[in-house]
């Protein structure tokens, strides 16, 4: 058996997120259905991070099993012409026994994407988190300094994970204005708990809108209670942007 290695792209609006569901539609699903119906035969695929109900990607990899004798790079163009405009197989190849989507994993970066202005955006609605009122940028890069380092993030993990332990090791955060109206939040690390990108999101958005001050952010996170630190922000902001392997 040979193993193919996907690199993914996706927006997850009109998707009940990654993961295969009985009643819901998913992105696992539409993909493997499409390459069960390029090979005749049923595939599995096994994906790295599952993204939530309409979180995007640019950077999703999953793997898959076959006898097919398709070249690896010939895969991608194959399986994107049985696959909708919201998904695209970026890049596919051969890899190695050994590789593993998920378990072969060093670590993993995402972005958040603000749209801070007085009104929403018709287009960037399913794209991004709109905030109203003028975010303190300046203050939003002081307190994402205290996320870096190794920490137990308990404070930032949504009910309903299911981890051995909260913590994590987050290796680098920048919050930048990329254009008038949009802030990038941008963060890698070792690993991620259950919506703890979109809770520290949140965090940041009410330091912005002076809610919080930068000062308090060592204190939520020592203290390890979830109702300290600020709201979920919503699932359309939030984008996988990279697997480190």
């Not at 290796?171 to 990329?178: D, G, L």
């Not at 000062?215 to 359309?236: C, D, H, N, V």
Request: hydrophobic residues 35%; glycine residues 8%.
């Amino acid at each position: 058996m040979r193993k193919i290695k996907l690199t993914i792209e996706y927006d997850g609006t009109n998707y009940h997120g990654w993961q295969v569901q009985k009643n819901a539609k998913t992105v696992q699903e539409v993909i493997q259905n499409a390459i069960s119906k390029l090979l005749g035969e049923e595939i599995g695929v096994t994906g790295c991070s599952r993204t939530d109900v309409g979180v995007h990607a640019y950077g999703q990899v999953a793997h898959f099993l076959t006898d097919s004798k398709i070249p690896g790079d010939k895969f991608s163009y194959a399986i994107n012409n049985l696959l909708p405009d919201d998904i695209v197989i970026k890049y596919s190849e051969e890899v190695s026994d050994e590789f593993h989507a998920r378990y072969s994993a060093k670590g993993k970066k995402y972005r958040y994407m603000i749209y801070n202005a007085p009104h929403p955006s018709a287009i960037m609605r399913n794209r991004s988190c709109h905030v109203r009122p003028e975010l303190n940028i300046e203050q939003m890069q002081k307190a994402a300094r205290y996320f870096i380092g190794e920490h137990d993030f308990a404070a930032f993990q949504a009910t309903g994970g299911q981890v051995r332990s909260t913590v994590r090791e987050i290796y680098s955060m920048e919050v930048s204005r990329k254009e008038d109206n949009i802030i990038y939040i941008e963060v890698s690390g070792n690993g991620f708990l259950y919506n703890m990108v979109r809770i520290i999101a949140g965090t940041l958005i009410y330091v912005g809108m002076g809610k919080l001050h930068e000062s308090q952010i060592p204190g939520i996170i020592a203290g390890l209670e979830r109702t300290k630190a600020g709201k979920t922000a919503p699932a359309q902001g939030l984008y996988l942007m990279e697997i480190y392997y």
